[in-house]
Nanobody, 117 residues
């Protein structure tokens, strides 16, 4: 399984972006997917997750500002974020787990999001 994330870049505070992550392999439709992020000097943290059945979970820091979704036909998971803040600046990683709410089994390469104030 390979995960390819894209969509990062420089965004002004208050702006929006959409990250995409395309996966290879045949287990995508039944896998749980997530977006994590890591800022310099901080641990990697879960931003949002979506189960194989479509249930979603969000970190408190992005609730109301982020939306995770998946397109099984395209083997793609998305993260849309709006009202971006400088503290959202991080490298964002997509991840795939074989079971819902389990630790990821596969990671994407990361895409950098920089939010300017």
């Amino acid at each position: 399984v390979q995960l390819q994330a894209s969509g990062g870049g420089l965004v002004q505070a208050g702006g929006s972006l959409r990250l995409s992550c395309v996966a290879s392999g045949s287990i995508f439709s039944v896998s749980a997917l997530g977006w994590y992020r890591q800022s310099p000097g901080k641990e990697r943290e879960l931003v949002a997750a979506i189960t194989g059945g479509g249930s979603t979970h969000y970190a408190d820091s992005v609730k109301g500002r982020g939306t995770i979704s998946r397109d099984n036909a395209k083997k793609t998971v998305y993260l849309e974020m709006n009202s971006l803040k400088p503290e959202d600046t991080a490298v964002y990683y997509c991840a795939m787990s074989y079971s819902d709410y389990a630790r990821p089994n596969h990671w994407g390469q990361g895409t950098l999001v920089t939010v300017s104030s």
